[in-house]
């Protein structure tokens, strides 16, 4: 699928991952919907993006949401062919305690958003995506999902995290092979280390010791780098069903 024909909805794309991959697309030609939360900073970054750009709010998790950020995006550009997932929270505490048991309303909250999320928005996508006439290859549409290094190296305090970029992890084959007589492809990136907005908040030295544990490059992954990947998944039309990690060759230590 060419980038010049893409019509991309970018779930968290008014920030880090989500934005450096619509940024990527709409500079192959491409067109795309930044999908965020109301409360964020999507009108602006739209706008920012020029006119084959807009914004659709939703919270990812909820189905009225996500099907009017959709309907909107096909209003204005008359389709879609491609979903990425970067929509997501991170949660840091251990099992038990001191202070006593993971809270369950927190790890159902995790569950929620990174892996029920982003499985409401791949389906309701997907579903538009039936309608669109396939190109020479037979593809209708492409579905891309952020999973972690965190699936498979998950560290201490990271339970519920883990456990919703595991499950993200585990859904991209039975996704594939579901919507493959469709021409619907499904990947994951897993990605390390990156430097997003999140990681900004961290003191310089430690973000820099953060950057020393990589084997090579030894630094912080870089959000375009991100959006790199996903636009030559999206143009690979031989990628299909596969996790592929984006780390650097790091593998997460256990605290």
């Not at 993006?49 to 950020?69: C, M, Y």
């Not at 996903?230 to 596969?242: S, V």
Request: hydrophobic residues 45%; aromatic residues 4%.
């Amino acid at each position: 699928m060419r980038l010049s024909e893409t019509v991309a909805v970018v779930t968290g794309g008014a920030s880090g991952l989500g934005l450096a991959t619509a940024e990527a697309i709409l500079a192959g030609g491409g067109r795309v919907a930044i999908l965020d939360l109301e409360r964020s900073n999507g009108v602006e970054v739209a706008a920012g993006l020029g006119d084959h750009a807009i914004f659709t709010p939703a919270d990812v998790a909820s189905e009225d949401d996500v099907n009017k950020a959709l309907d909107a995006a096909i209003a204005a550009f008359g389709k879609i062919n491609a979903a990425i997932n970067c929509a997501g929270i991170g949660t840091a505490m251990k099992t038990t305690g001191k202070g006593g048991p993971f809270p369950l309303a927190l790890f159902a909250k995790t569950i929620e958003i990174n892996l029920i999320g982003t499985f409401n928005v791949l389906r309701l996508a997907a579903t538009r995506m039936l309608s669109n006439d396939p190109n020479d290859e037979g593809e209708r549409g492409v579905i891309i999902n952020t999973a972690s290094v965190a699936a498979f190296d998950g560290q201490i305090g990271q339970v519920a995290y883990t456990a919703s970029k595991a499950g993200v992890v585990g859904m991209t084959l039975p996704i594939a092979r579901d919507l493959s007589r469709d021409g619907i492809r499904c990947c994951t990136i897993a990605p390390g280390t990156f430097d997003t907005p999140m990681l900004a908040l961290l003191p310089e030295e430690n973000r820099k010791a953060l950057g020393a544990g990589i084997p090579f490059p030894q630094r912080l992954g870089k959000p375009k780098e991100y959006g790199q990947l996903a636009c030559a998944i999206i143009e690979n039309p031989y990628l299909n069903g596969e996790t592929i990690r984006l780390d650097g060759a790091l593998r997460m230590p256990p605290r």
